[in-house]
């Protein structure tokens, strides 16, 4: 299948910019040429059957993979060979691993943590950051951004599931990031609490620029400014909405009739 991307893309340098990205595991090539280009503010969702290499791809961004081949620019910074935590710092977030949320710590102590982390101040603050004002305030406000303003003083443990992934959005952005990559954010939740994320996900349009995996296909089509269909590790097509929909590659490849 060719590799086309619409005319609708921007001209502007792209925030970032991945150039034939490439990742085999034995005989399997995950990720096989990828080309992928984020313009600033925009929501661009990344779709594909299981097993296409969306996650091998967020891996390779954010850095916990490294490529066989290929390149990503940054802000016009080729940061290929810079490590997971020195591509945080240069504001490439990953969010959507629970694992990285502290059960026993309090909603808003798990977003002061990652202000703290974010200032390189944790070994000197962490150890009451109840009494630090300045920064139980800016976390107050992620959360109040995340609608979670009411459960602040409630413990990681107690929340419902769609509101932890409420809480990673909120760790997610209190590292100021200039690319948000957001793996799944719909998993395991209901339609109402998928409801809840989208808004607040639509909230968040213009103000950040986000990479979108996301399997909930109702999501996808409300939220992205512009899809790339990955099969096979191979990027297929990057459209519009409305341009995915009645591509006929993708259609066959993926969508199936019932989602056009
Ligand atoms: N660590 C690994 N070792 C061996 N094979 C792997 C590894 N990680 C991924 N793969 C293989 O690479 C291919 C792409 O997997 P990947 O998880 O990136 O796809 P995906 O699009 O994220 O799938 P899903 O939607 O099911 O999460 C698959 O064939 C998978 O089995």
Redo the contacts with the bound molecule.
């Keep these: 299948m060719a590799n086309e991307t619409n005319s609708a893309s921007s001209t502007a340098a792209p925030l970032l910019q991945v150039r034939g990205l490439r990742?085999a595991?034995?005989a399997?090539?995950?990720?096989d040429g990828v080309d992928l280009a984020l313009q600033k503010g925009e929501i661009h969702a990344l779709i594909?059957?299981?097993?296409?290499?969306?996650?091998?791809?967020?891996?390779q961004l954010c850095g916990e993979?490294q490529p066989d081949a290929g390149s990503i620019v940054l802000g016009g910074e080729d940061v290929t060979a810079l490590a997971a935590f020195a591509r945080a710092r240069k504001g490439l977030s990953r969010s959507f691993q629970i694992t990285e949320l502290c059960p026993d710590y309090t909603v808003l102590e798990n977003v002061v943590l990652s202000l703290l982390l974010t200032t390189g101040r944790a070994f000197q603050a962490w150890s009451n950051p109840r009494h630090d004002p300045t920064l139980t305030a800016s976390a107050a406000r992620w959360l109040g951004e995340v609608g979670l303003d009411d459960r602040a003083g409630i413990h990681v443990r107690d929340l419902a599931h769609g509101e932890k992934r409420q809480l990673e959005l909120a760790v997610a952005l209190a590292r100021s990031p200039r690319l948000l990559l957001l793996d799944?954010p719909m998993a395991g939740m209901g339609a109402e609490e998928s409801a809840r994320m989208t808004a607040l996900l639509n909230g968040l349009k213009r103000r950040y620029t986000i990479l979108l995996?996301e399997?909930d296909m109702d999501a996808v089509f409300a939220l992205a400014d512009r899809i790339t269909v990955?099969v096979y590790?191979k990027t297929i097509f990057t459209g519009t909405p409305d341009e995915v929909r009645s591509h006929p590659e993708v259609r066959a490849a993926y969508l199936g009739e019932e989602a056009c």
Excluded: Q
Excluded at 28 to 31: C, G, I, L, N
């Design positions: 990742k595991f034995g399997v090539r995950a990720t594909g059957p299981n097993g296409a290499g969306k996650s091998t791809l967020i891996a993979l799944e995996v399997h990955l590790g």
